[in-house]
C-alpha cells in the first residue's frame, strides 16, 4: 500500500488537470463578449435655433437614432468645405444634448457645421449633412450679451 505522502501529490495533480482541462460538458473555450465595433448612426437635420429670451443662436439637429450613443461631436469650418479632413472639433455635448452654442462674432462670418455621434464603444458616426451659418454681429449690450430678439444669424442648406 502508497503512503499517503504519494497520493496526496497524485491527488492534487489529478484536481488541477481537471480544473484546467475544463472537466464541463461544453468544451469550447469560454471568452470575453465581443466588443460592438459598428458606428452609431449620423445626427440629421442640422440646423438652426433662436433662443426665444435672448436671442442667442444654437445649432440644433435630430439625435442620432442609435442607442449607444454618448455625445456628439461639433465641427466647424471655414470659408468653404472642399474637404471633409478640413473641419475642426468646435466642441463636444453630452447623448442627451442637441443643441450647440454658436460663436459671437464682431463682423459677418460664415461658417459651415457638420456633427458626429459618438457611442459607448468609442466609435464615430460618419458625418451628419452640412449647415452653413451667416453669423452677424448681435448688436447688444455693454456687457456683450446680445439684446433680446436681435437677428444674428441665417441658415443655408
Do not use: F
Amino acid at each position: 500500500m502508497k503512503s499517503l505522502r504519494h497520493i496526496v501529490p497524485t491527488l492534487a495533480a489529478l484536481v488541477l488537470a481537471l480544473v484546467l482541462s475544463g472537466c464541463g460538458k461544453d468544451s469550447t473555450p469560454t471568452s470575453a463578449n465581443p466588443v460592438d465595433e459598428t458606428p452609431p448612426a449620423a445626427p440629421t437635420q442640422v440646423g438652426l435655433s433662436m433662443d426665444p429670451g435672448t436671442g442667442r443662436p444654437y445649432l440644433d439637429w435630430a439625435p442620432s437614432t442609435s442607442p449607444s450613443v454618448i455625445g456628439y461631436e461639433v465641427y466647424n469650418y471655414a470659408p468653404h468645405p472642399d474637404r471633409d479632413n478640413a473641419y475642426t472639433l468646435a466642441g463636444e455635448t453630452d447623448g442627451s444634448t442637441t443643441i450647440y452654442p454658436l460663436p459671437s462674432v464682431s463682423e459677418p462670418t460664415s461658417l459651415y457645421y457638420r456633427v458626429k455621434a459618438v457611442a459607448a464603444n468609442g466609435t464615430r458616426s460618419g458625418w451628419s449633412t452640412i449647415a452653413l451659418i451667416h453669423l452677424r454681429p448681435w448688436g447688444g449690450s455693454p456687457d456683450g450679451n446680445p439684446e433680446p430678439h436681435t437677428p444674428g444669424v441665417e441658415l443655408d442648406q
